[in-house]
């Protein structure tokens, strides 16, 4: 069994970002009306389920650098910041979607790259768990994490 350990501050990052992307893309007020307000509901309580996952894994985590992944209550949380992270970014995907049918390009353009930059932060974290990614990167980690305001 190959034990995986992974850095505190970028699983922090990871889920960080998810939580940006959600502010970013629905502080687009015509993505917003374009996806209507049961949509933005669904979003942000996915969002809030990411910050309780991130929170959880933060307090677990107190003034730890690295932690293991195998480690059981490690494993949980991890699992639940990735869980809430992938949630997050299938229903923004969603939504920019149908925002696309009404929503000019030019404005949908800080969505679509936030959202880019969200699918590569999720693919480097699922590959960083050994998961094989079902999107490849949009760009590099770094630029991802810098499109969403997050410092690793």
């Known amino acids: 069994m190959t034990t995986v350990t992974l850095n505190v501050a970028k699983v922090k990052a990871y889920g ?3 939580i940006n992307a959600v502010t970013t893309i ?3 007020a015509a993505v917003s009306s374009a996806i209507g ?6 979003i942000e309580a996915a969002d809030v389920a990411l910050q309780s996952a991130l929170k959880a894994f933060s307090d677990g985590a107190g003034s730890k650098v690295m932690v ?7 494993k949980s949380q991890i699992d639940s910041v990735l869980v809430d992270l992938q949630s997050v ?4 995907g969603i939504a920019v979607s149908q925002a696309a049918s009404t929503v000019p390009n030019s404005i949908l353009v800080n969505a ?3 959202l880019s930059a969200l699918k590569t932060v999720l693919s480097v974290f699922e590959g960083v768990l050994g998961i094989v990614s079902v999107s490849a990167p949009h ?9 969403l305001h997050v410092s690793p």
């Open 89 to 92: 970014t299938s229903l923004l």
């Open 26 to 28: 629905l502080s687009i």
């Open 112 to 114: 679509n790259t936030a």
């Open 139 to 147: 760009m590099t980690e770094e630029q991802a994490l810098r499109t």
């Open 68 to 74: 293991s992944y195998d480690s059981t209550s490690f």
């Open 37 to 42: 307000a049961p949509t933005v509901a669904v």
């Open 16 to 18: 960080t970002a998810g």
